[in-house]
């Protein structure tokens, strides 16, 4: 159950282009900088760079693949994209 602080980010967006996974990756920025959200640190996303690389123009991977939760209420949020077939 979302709080507050995280009830616009409850959306499900679907991220077709890579100009739509930018946008994404600057959302989740905006929020983990303004401490709306924390990154949860996952083996998932392998050698690829942190999130915070991401967002600061680093060429990502073939998948995507980042969590994050609520400061507030611990609301999880997945971040995730395909980006080797598009």
Not at 43 to 62: C, V, Y
């Amino acid at each position: 159950m979302s709080c507050p602080s995280c009830s616009d980010l409850c959306v499900r967006y679907r991220i077709g282009s890579p100009r739509e996974l930018s946008t994404a990756i600057k959302i989740g920025f905006q929020n983990v900088q303004d401490g709306t959200l924390r990154e949860v640190v996952s083996p998932e996303n392998g050698n690829g760079p942190t999130f915070s690389e991401l967002a600061q123009g680093a060429s990502w991977n073939d998948v995507v693949s980042f969590g994050f939760k609520c400061q507030t209420c611990g609301q999880s949020f997945r971040l995730h994209a395909e980006t080797y077939h598009g």
